[in-house]
């Protein structure tokens, strides 16, 4: 189970999924980005990923923030 990984927010917004990436890495929250916006028409989203251990307290600072 340590390997599993939830996804914990998405945003057409790069800028803004990095924004929270930067404020849960600050609180010691381990968090990937996958970007599966198109590069040509630029539609699709950022994808923010935590591990399922850490999801009930990453959400709660995205909703804070």
Known sequence: MEN???LIYKTPKPFEAELIKNML???H????LVNKKDS????????????????????TLIEDF
Do not use: D, K, M, T
Not at 29 to 32: A, H
Not at 40 to 59: H, I, T
């Open 25 to 27: 890495e600050a609180e």
């Open 40 to 59: 040509s028409y630029l539609f699709g989203y950022v994808e923010l990923y935590v591990p399922v251990e850490e999801g009930p307290q990453a959400a």
């Open 29 to 32: 929250i381990r968090c990937v």
């Open 4 to 6: 599993e990984w939830i």
